[in-house]
């Protein structure tokens, strides 16, 4: 049995086109190969299709909507005046101390039990760890403006520089990127990219807030990484 231009050509069509016509145990044969074949050809579209959605449902945890909300907020206790909350948007870089209380949802984005970010009750301040971070400004991307930029500052260690969608997701989480005015927002990583040692994750979402009525206000920002000087920048878009 064989395929003549697209169609089937049978022992009998074979024997008057001079070929040699197949014995019934060799067209059984040879009819076994072939459905062993298709079998095959379907086990392995089945198993790469299988594998493909396998992986679409093995969702990473930094792929997920991110959620933030003033509940959660690590200065919640160091906004009571204005000064103090002007003093909140400097966040120092220092040795963490026993005494300081690590957050306990972020110890997720650390590589080892020091926390990245913690907070300081006896001075009454938020601090991040020395040892992965240069002193930082916190970023309000809900007043930037399209093509304006916020230095956020250094991000020091390579464990966090290589991971850099983590990183983005970590800035958001532990609000050093400030992404909601009164409420809490939510919001995702759109796109991403890396090239020429810089990466770009485009951010995208909507935060809730208050004036004499309820408002939701749209977010789209992107955070930009130096991986060669650990430099994070906010940009309005």
Known sequence: ?????????????????????????????????????????????VVAHGMSRAEE????????????????????????????????????AVK????FEPIARLQKYASDPEPLIAIDRMNRRVVVNERHFGDLRRAKVTSLRAGERAKLGIVK???????????VRFLVESQLI????????????????????????????????????RNVGHLHFAVELDKSTGTVEVVGL
Request: aromatic share 6%; glycine share 6%.
């Open 96 to 99: 963490i101390a026993t005494e």
């Open 57 to 92: 449902k093995k969702v990473d945890q930094f792929e997920a909507e991110i959620s933030v909300n003033s509940g959660e907020s690590p200065w919640q206790d160091y906004t009571a005046s204005a000064e103090e909350e002007q003093r909140s948007m400097e966040v120092r």
């Open 1 to 45: 049995m064989q395929i003549n231009r697209g169609r089937l050509v049978t022992p009998s069509h074979s024997a008057s086109q001079g070929n040699i016509p197949l014995s019934t145990s060799s067209r059984r044969a040879a009819i076994v190969r072939g459905l062993a074949g298709i079998a095959a050809l379907v086990v392995a579209v």
């Open 157 to 167: 260690s390579a464990a966090l520089v290589n991971k850099p969608r983590s990183l």
């Open 178 to 213: 400030m992404c909601y005015v009164h409420v809490g927002a939510q919001l995702r990583i759109s796109d991403d990219k890396e090239a020429a040692g810089r990466y770009l994750a485009v951010l995208v979402g909507s935060h809730e807030y208050y004036t004499n009525k």
